[in-house]
């Protein structure tokens, strides 16, 4: 079974490989190629998962230990996998939610003149996240780390033509570059800590090592899943990345990328076990940015852009949880799986929207949509409901253990950061009522284009409303099948560990507040956006409103400190480039012009007399020696 | 293979270039005539130089990777017996990977050359002095005798003079003149050094004064020498702030002679280091690791800010003279690595060098035909406002540049990324004696460096290859044939290099071991 964790990787790899290189020979099959290849490592992951469950749950780790790969004394790293039930988890929902997105981008991307090379990037991501998951130590990790980066990168820009595409790739990889150098940093310090990067020698002596140098790898460590979850206070490129195309959206900045800095989080939870003050980070982090999501949510009438607020949002959700240490681990993954599902079928539902309505964003031109769009309809819509948590559906039961778990906490901690996710929770029915209001209901308000196209919206080719279909199967009923019998907390318990803790509130009072915060979300939506006419242009607003729908000013903040001040800088290096170290070296040259003037005798371009001038130059050399030596 | 096949070996490498130069003068013959005596000379050229990298192939084939660190296919025999001058040639796990690496990329130029000849003089002396460039490296790598080095390091800089100032584009004569006057004067403060070092020690054999480790100098002589040393080779690496020759040097050289320049001439200066310097006068050299520590850093962060002034919109930079900094911050990696005294970061310098000569030379070609193409590298001029759309109008070349981009800021997996990370971790940990608090803060401020070089590389990928292709925008020949055989090479070991970093560092880690004393 073993090589078969390579051949996970090395599958999409491969097809990458050949999409990349194969030229346009391919275009007119490359899609496939790409679909097949993400297929085969799906199908594989299915093999090592059943292979998993018919062991017991102590022996579910493999090992694979590949080759030596960086010899140098003081600094060893080998290459090597390790799948467990985490990275088994992860496996399945990249492999599954990845390979139905490659199918629906046959349909989605059909018109595009650079479809294999999309679907080469797209090979990229898998095998680069999956290299991600299964790496056994943090140094082949950070590999995948940047490997995943590249793609999203590539994929964002993919439209690069548009100048807002271009420059929303660049942003994202720089915002991300900030976190990796935290994880690299963090890799230092954990290798001249432990002497090791990998997983199992590290978590073995994290008992001997102080607090404060725990405290400092699990800050690093914050840092590295704040850039690459769009955390605050690097969250500011999620919402340029919704630039790319829509598939990209659904698997990269939804679904899969976006949550590997949870899955760090997990993954290093004996570290983070250890040092409670970066776990209480975590939590904060979390708290702050699943709020800061979701107002950014409520205020843009770009669908997509409101379903990255809400993607935010989430995952602050399961940053929150992972802060709780061994009483959140478990929901903090459950709720990435749910997630994964119902918001990669929410993009992939709002592509479809866009397919039928040249493109179009804008939800103040949608309107009505549910009689157009019928399969759409329903899969968004029960997307809509698994997110908001409405009871029975899988977010129901991810995010309720989140909250609950948020209490379990304990103290004023717990107290605060419950409310705030309990809030939260209102505030997402009150944005997703919105978008679905905006979308689906209400009057028609769609014009024609400045060309003078009217849209005509028709239901999306099968090619993709099927794959919409499945993620809204899971949508619905993931959740209440992890829940049966608490299978998947048993599932992931080996490797996250897992308490209780002491909730200062029953069960059934968390369900009874989260329903009725529900209620009120979605309510006050109502009254806003469903009782009255949407308005075809966006009303100025409130100021929260206006600074919301300017991302809470975070790009303007960054253009003040950041990018003003480095302006600064590089203006004023340039001139004392041109005033002090210039002048410095003309003064130089002038200083041993005389020189020059005889040096230009000897430029007579003839190749002897070089010759000659060598030969010179070795009988000086000669000469000096020999005085020297007589010194 | 027995020693006397790699000796034999290793002399060929050293001696073939110079004879092919002396050839490259007389007429040719019979069996080389092509079309005329220009694409005789130049048929010439790429066969002396490919021989050369097959010798050195098959140097590295023989070479037993067991013991790295011996000198090995020595040759010793005495040249000038008054002086203890010997001529002494060995070749380790240090000198394999840069003399192969210099064989390689000379070979590469040559060919780009038989296809696309530089506009200047005579084929003719065109290829004798790319072959006497050749020769000189090479013998600089190969030699263990200190001032057969200081031989071989100044034979180099007379051909690459004549290649800039007569074969260069615009300004190539200022940019010769002030390249051969900073190498030359870091050259006469070296010699000193050197021969201080050979009157005190009593010998200029490098291996005999390596395994010695300075216990036959006292400790102000090696002060003062590894301090004249030094600054020889930090004028070559160059060390900020004996930098500003590179960029114009670069700038106003053609594309054979940017390549050969950054891939291959930066490298004697902090191969000097690692086989001079630290082993010959280590108490010198733990005197002035912090100070060069210092320069190191400063150059990474002033390579990168130069070139994102450089990259913006408006600032009508160029895209030689971008590429020319980015040497400056990328070569302050290496000496960051040296200067932590570390077996960790001296194996990082040796890789990031290695990794360098790869990724720059390859971005130099590719600015090379971005030139040819659009008849100017100014990126205001390429991109105007909204990007010159490279990847529009010739994706294979446009994927090539973002690809050498993407190399050069460092992604792991790709040959960039080890040398830098080594580096930085060597400095995260320097040797005893070192000032740990200093070192962490010129670590951090080297990552800082890291992510400003991603930054204005992004943003040439941003401007050269991205942007809206214009409906009549005049139609490019995409990536010619010898360019891709000329290109490849480089593209191909950059990954395995980045995928397989061992293959290297297995080399040079005993032989670095050796030269530091076990330590």
């Known amino acids: ?631 | 293979m027995n020693h006397t096949v790699l000796q034999v070996l290793l002399l060929a490498v050293v001696v073939l270039p110079l004879l092919g130069a002396l050839g490259a003068l007389l007429p040719a013959p019979p069996g080389l005539k092509g079309r005329d005596p220009e694409q005789a000379v130049l048929r010439h050229g790429v066969l002396v130089t490919g021989a050369v990298l097959a010798l050195s192939i098959a140097l590295a084939v023989g070479f037993d990777r067991a013991q790295p660190s011996r000198m090995q296919g020595t040759t010793d025999v005495s040249w000038i017996p008054a002086l203890h001058i010997r001529l002494h040639l060995g070749v380790d796990g240090v000198s394999l990977p840069l003399i192969v690496l210099t064989a390689l990329l000379t070979f590469l130029c040559a060919l780009h050359a038989y296809y696309k000849m530089p506009e200047g003089p005579t084929a003719k002396a065109f290829v004798a002095l790319i072959l006497l460039l050749e020769g000189g490296t090479l013998a600089s790598f190969a030699v263990l005798d200190l001032i057969l080095f200081f031989l071989a390091f100044e034979m180099v800089l007379i051909p690459m003079y004549f290649l800039i100032g007569r074969w260069g584009g615009d300004g190539r004569e200022r940019a010769a003149f002030r390249f051969i006057l900073y190498t030359l004067l870091g050259s006469v403060v070296m010699l000193l050094g050197l021969l201080l070092v050979g009157f005190k020690a009593g010998t200029f054999d490098m291996v005999t004064l390596a395994t010695d480790k300075g216990s036959g100098l006292s400790h102000s002589t090696q002060i003062i020498a590894a301090l004249a040393i030094g600054l020889g080779l930090a004028v070559k690496a160059p060390m900020w702030p004996l930098h500003s020759w590179l960029p114009d040097a670069h700038t106003a050289a053609p594309t054979t002679g940017s390549v050969l320049l950054a891939g291959v001439l930066l490298k004697m200066g902090t191969y000097g280091f690692v086989r001079i310097v630290l082993p010959i006068t280590p108490y010198g050299a733990h005197t002035f690791a912090p100070y060069l520590a210092a320069f190191a850093v400063v150059g990474i962060l002033y390579g990168s800010l130069a070139c994102l002034a450089l990259a913006r919109q408006g600032a009508e930079g160029d895209l030689k003279r971008l590429i020319a900094y980015s040497s400056v911050g990328h070569m302050g990696f290496v000496l960051l690595g040296i200067a932590t005294l570390t077996p960790t970061g001296v194996n990082g310098a040796l890789f990031a060098n290695v990794a360098h000569g790869l990724i720059t030379g390859l971005l130099f070609f590719l600015v090379g035909a971005v030139k040819e193409r659009y008849g100017t590298t100014d990126l205001d001029r390429l991109s105007g406002a909204t990007g010159a759309a490279l990847y529009g109008a010739a994706p294979r070349l446009g994927g090539l540049l973002a690809f050498g981009a993407v190399a050069s800021l460092g992604l792991p997996g790709l040959a960039g990324f080890w040398g830098e990370m080594l580096s930085m971790f060597g400095a995260f940990r320097p040797a005893a004696g070192l000032d740990r608090g200093a070192y962490l803060t010129y670590m951090t401020l080297a990552a800082f460096g890291t992510l400003l070089t991603a930054g204005y590389l992004l943003v040439v990928v941003r401007r050269v290859c991205m942007g809206e292709r214009d409906a009549e925008a005049r139609v490019l020949t995409d990536v010619h044939g010898y360019e891709f055989a000329a290109w490849t090479p480089l593209v191909a070991l950059t990954v395995l290099a980045g995928l397989w970093p061992a293959a290297l560092l297995g080399l040079t880690n005993p032989a670095v071991r050796t030269l530091l004393g076990g330590s």
Not at chain 1, 150 to 171: D, E, M, N, V
Not at chain 1, 189 to 213: E, N
Not at chain 1, 286 to 306: E, N, P, R, S, Y
């Open chain 1, 1 to 631: 079974m073993d090589p078969l964790i390579g051949a996970l990787v090395g599958a999409p790899l491969l097809g990458a490989g050949i999409l990349l290189v194969g030229g346009r020979r391919l275009d007119r099959t490359g899609h496939w190629i790409g679909c097949l290849w993400a297929a085969v490592s799906f199908v594989i992951g299915v093999v090592l998962f059943a292979d998993l469950l018919s062991r017991s749950p102590a022996q579910r780790t493999l090992t694979s230990h590949l080759f030596t790969w960086v010899p140098v004394a003081g600094f060893q790293a080998d290459v090597g996998f390790q799948l467990d039930q985490l990275s088994m988890t992860f496996v399945l929902l990249i492999t599954g939610v990845g390979t139905l997105i490659h199918i629906y981008s046959v349909g989605y991307m059909e018109h595009d003149e650079n479809r294999r090379k999309f679907f080469g990037y797209l090979n990229l991501f898998l095998a680069a996240m999956l290299l991600l998951v299964l790496a056994d130590n943090y140094l082949l990790l950070y590999v995948g780390w940047e490997g995943v980066g590249l793609a999203s990168y590539l994929l964002i820009g993919f439209w690069q033509h548009k100048p807002s595409a271009a420059t929303a790739a660049k942003k994202a990889f720089l915002v991300n570059r900030v976190g990796d150098m935290g994880l690299s940093i963090a890799i230092m310090v954990m290798f001249t800590t432990f002497g090791s990067f990998a997983f199992r020698p590290v978590f073995a002596h994290v008992g001997d090592v102080s607090q404060g140098r725990l405290t400092t790898i699990g800050l690093l460590l914050l840092l590295a899943a704040c850039g690459k979850s769009a955390q605050v206070p690097l969250q500011s490129w999620l919402g340029d990345a919704m630039e790319g195309p829509t598939p990209v959206s659904a698997l990269i900045h939804a679904a899969t990328m976006v949550t590997a800095g949870v899955y760090l989080v997990v993954r290093s939870g004996a570290i983070f076990n250890a040092a409670p003050t970066a776990q209480l980070a975590v939590c904060v982090v979390g708290a702050v940015t699943l709020v800061f999501g979701a107002i950014v949510g409520c205020a843009k009438d770009d669908i997509k852009k409101a379903l990255a607020g809400s993607t935010m949002s989430q995952i602050g959700y399961m940053m929150l949880a992972a802060g709780l240490g061994p009483i959140g681990y478990v929901f903090a993954i459950m709720h990435l799986v749910t997630h994964g599902f119902f918001k990669a079928g929410l993009f992939l539902g709002a592509g479809s929207v866009m397919h039928g309505m040249n493109d179009e964003v804008d939800m103040r031109r949608f309107g009505a949509l549910r009689t157009y769009m019928p399969v759409t309809f329903v899969t968004f819509g029960l997307g809509y409901l698994a997110i908001i948590g409405f009871p029975g559906l899988s977010g129901y039961w991810s995010k309720d253990k989140i909250i609950e778990a948020a209490f379990a906490k304990g103290g004023t901690e717990g107290w605060t950061l419950g409310a705030v996710a309990l809030v939260g929770a209102g505030i997402t029915a009150f944005y997703m009522t919105r978008v679905m209001l905006m979308t689906f209901f209400g009057d028609k308000r769609w014009q024609p284009d400045a060309e003078g196209h009217e849209p005509h919206p028709h239901e999306s080719p099968k090619i993709m409303t099927i794959p919409m279909s499945i993620l809204a199967f899971g949508s619905v009923f993931a959740g209440g099948l992890f829940s049966i019998n608490s299978a998947f907390l048993k599932w992931l318990q080996p490797v996250t560990g897992h308490s209780d803790g002491h909730s200062p509130v029953a069960t059934w009072e968390i369900t009874v507040a989260t329903l009725v915060v529900l209620i009120l979300g979605v309510g006050l939506a109502w009254q806003s956006y469903g009782r009255q006419a949407v308005p075809a242009v966006a009303p100025r607003g409130s100021l929260l409103t206006r600074a919301a729908r300017r991302d809470l000013l975070q790009d303007d903040f960054n253009h003040v400190v950041l990018v003003r001040g480095g302006e600064h800088l590089t203006r004023s290096l340039v001139y004392l480039d041109h005033t002090v170290v210039d002048g410095a070296v003309n003064g130089t040259a002038a200083g041993v012009g005389g020189l020059s003037g005889r040096l230009r005798r000897l430029q007579n371009g003839f190749v002897r007399s070089y010759a000659v001038s060598m030969l010179g130059g070795t009988a000086v050399l000669v000469a000096a020696t020999l005085l020297m030596r007589g010194v």
